[in-house]
């Protein structure tokens, strides 16, 4: 196995950051950090990893700034509609049956993700008896999903989606628009507790009936895949439900068998 | 940075192939040539829509003589056989040669990008590596064919008089004028030459 300088130098910081930070991206897949940490570099003006390693430990606005790289996932609302569309064909029926439901959406990011589920709940008639965990470590992500505000521009892509994904009525119904950006109902988001959580480092917090954790497995190793899922498994009922991103699987997964595909194309998993 | 001359067909092990607008035609004149003994693992990207399926491994899996599948993440990469990049995600390289995706912003308005696939296995592969870019209609590739050659991997591109749009591979010329350019018969008959045995 080569390993560069550069990816000597970023283990290194990543130590530093968690030792002085505690956020853990020692498992992250390095590869994916190595580009983000690329950009970060021309960002800061930095000619070495270990030149931005000193200005992060002496400056923890540094760190604000760094985290934005490392961390923030730019989604779309329904992203994938066929997922969205299989939730409510295979999965809600099976939620209905429970007379109230907790659903963890993690790794929310700015909450495009978690917006969509609660319109999907709402239409569903499931929002008023279910109670939403949106969890991220980006604080800055999060107090971006609090606030349900997206740029306009955004918003013609997102209402393709939501036709695609088997919305009921127009996506305007559920926000309006003012100075160029669509502020979504507040209704929506009172069913929610936003909070700061690490899949790397933090534990199980409730037991919950569906996880929604998309596109963000494929940026960790698999040893923290392991830890995410395992989570996961341990937060699921019996018969509970995992959504993953659309090319994320459980196959290179040590806890695959403790699941099983109830959607193969929208990787709809069910707990045994 | 090391020469085209020091290449030898023996210590590829990897076969990256970049292509964009003309390119399932181009595929097309080189994948189903390779023999069934053809060593190096094959990684191609393919600019494609990213809201449906890409169709590659079902258009080329019937028409080769090795395993031809959609990359998925965290897969080891295995021998003699032929990798798509799946439609909206970057397709990577980690240092235990896996392949890792993400989902980050476009890369020359492209995800995947070739650049993300070239780069990061000019990281891992070195020397061990071959890039070959054809037909297409915006730069992407360019800067990866560059990475790949200061690695030390050898770079083939399409000769542009020959590919259905220039754009691309005149790019790369212009980036990495010693790359080697060939036809694309050229292209799949040196392929086939690495095989086992």
């Known amino acids: 196995?080569?390993?560069?300088?550069?990816?000597?130098?970023?283990?290194?910081?990543?130590?530093?950051?968690?030792?002085?930070?505690?956020?853990?991206?020692?498992?992250?897949?390095?590869?994916?950090?190595?580009?983000?940490?690329?950009?970060?570099?021309?960002?800061?003006?930095?000619?070495?990893?270990?030149?931005?390693?000193?200005?992060?430990?002496?400056?923890?606005?540094?760190?604000?700034?760094?985290?934005?790289?490392?961390?923030?996932?730019?989604?779309?609302?329904?992203?994938?509609?066929?997922?969205?569309?299989?939730?409510?064909?295979?999965?809600?029926?099976?939620?209905?049956?429970?007379?109230?439901?907790?659903?963890?959406?993690?790794?929310?990011?700015?909450?495009?993700?978690?917006?969509?589920?609660?319109?999907?709940?709402?239409?569903?008639?499931?929002?008023?008896?279910?109670?939403?965990?949106?969890?991220?470590?980006?604080?800055?992500?999060?107090?971006?999903?609090?606030?349900?505000?997206?740029?306009?521009?955004?918003?013609?892509?997102?209402?393709?989606?939501?036709?695609?994904?088997?919305?009921?009525?127009?996506?305007?119904?559920?926000?309006?628009?003012?100075?160029?950006?669509?502020?979504?109902?507040?209704?929506?988001?009172?069913?929610?507790?936003?909070?700061?959580?690490?899949?790397?480092?933090?534990?199980?917090?409730?037991?919950?009936?569906?996880?929604?954790?998309?596109?963000?497995?494929?940026?960790?190793?698999?040893?923290l895949q392991d830890r995410a899922v395992g989570l996961f498994h341990d937060a699921l009922v019996r018969k509970g439900f995992l959504g993953l991103g659309s090319k994320e699987s459980l196959r290179f997964c040590s806890r695959a068998d403790a699941f099983i595909e109830l959607v193969h194309k929208d990787r709809i998993y069910q707990r045994r | 940075m090391r020469a085209a001359s020091t290449y030898s067909a023996n210590a590829i092990d990897v076969v990256l192939i970049g292509a964009s607008a003309g390119g399932v035609e181009a595929l097309g004149a080189i994948l189903p040539q390779l023999p069934s003994a053809f060593r190096p693992a094959l990684v191609a990207v393919m600019h494609l829509p990213p809201d449906r399926p890409s169709l590659l491994p079902e258009i080329f899996g019937p028409r080769c003589a090795i395993p031809v599948k959609e990359a998925e993440d965290k897969e080891p990469i295995a021998a003699g056989t032929i990798y798509f990049a799946p439609p909206g995600y970057h397709l990577q390289i980690e240092s235990d040669r896996t392949f890792v995706l993400s989902a980050d912003d476009p890369v020359q308005f492209s995800r995947p990008s070739i650049d993300v696939l070239f780069e990061t296995a000019s990281w891992v592969l070195g020397s061990s590596a071959l890039g070959i870019l054809l037909t297409g209609a915006n730069a992407d590739g360019a800067r990866g064919i560059q990475a790949l050659h200061r690695a030390g991997a050898a770079t083939w591109i399409q000769d542009p008089r020959t590919a259905m749009v220039t754009t691309m591979p005149e790019a790369a010329l212009s980036l990495t004028p010693s790359s080697e350019v060939m036809t694309l018969a050229q292209i799949a008959a040196r392929l086939t030459e690495m095989k086992e045995g």
């Open chain 1, 1 to 223: 196995m080569i390993t560069s300088d550069f990816d000597m130098e970023l283990k290194l910081l990543l130590e530093a950051i968690y030792h002085k930070y505690h956020y853990d991206f020692r498992d992250y897949a390095m590869v994916s950090l190595h580009r983000r940490t690329e950009q970060a570099l021309i960002k800061f003006g930095c000619s070495t990893v270990s030149q931005l390693q000193d200005l992060v430990l002496r400056t923890p606005t540094a760190l604000t700034e760094l985290l934005r790289y490392f961390t923030v996932q730019v989604s779309e609302m329904f992203r994938d509609p066929s997922y969205y569309r299989s939730l409510r064909e295979e999965v809600v029926p099976l939620l209905k049956t429970y007379p109230s439901l907790k659903v963890w959406i993690a790794g929310c990011s700015t909450g495009e993700e978690f917006t969509s589920l609660a319109i999907l709940f709402r239409e569903e008639g499931l929002l008023d008896r279910t109670l939403f965990y949106a969890t991220d470590i980006n604080p800055e992500a999060l107090r971006i999903a609090q606030t349900g505000v997206y740029a306009l521009d955004r918003i013609a892509g997102f209402s393709d989606n939501y036709r695609a994904a088997g919305g009921k009525v127009s996506l305007s119904d559920y926000y309006t628009a003012d100075y160029g950006a669509a502020r979504f109902d507040r209704s929506l988001r009172s069913q929610v507790i936003f909070s700061d959580h690490s899949l790397a480092t933090d534990s199980v917090f409730s037991e919950v009936h569906l996880v929604s954790c998309r596109n963000v497995l494929i940026y960790f190793n698999r040893t």
